[in-house]
């Protein structure tokens, strides 16, 4: 999916942020993430300000969520993998 030059367009917004990321384009990451009301909207929404150092907004929506920030010591590519996995039901 990441390789591709394009997210697949039938992605959720959170799956779209996710690829967006993983492209390392921040911007297009929040702004999809922003634009899905979903749960999963919102736990991808918390990575990414997670991601930025902003740990009172992602608490915010790991809240938005209904989820736990991660344990301490979580690395970002152990949360970006684990929210991919499942995002797309892997």
Sequence with gaps: MVRDAAPP???????????HDARGDWDAAHNAAQADPSREGSWVHAYLHRKEGDDGNAGYWYARAGR???????????????????????
């Design 9 to 19: 367009a039938d992605a959720s917004g959170a799956l779209r942020a996710l690829w």
């Design 68 to 90: 736990r920030a991660p344990p301490p010591g979580t690395t970002l590519v152990a949360e970006w993998e684990a929210i991919a996995r499942a995002l797309s039901g892997a």
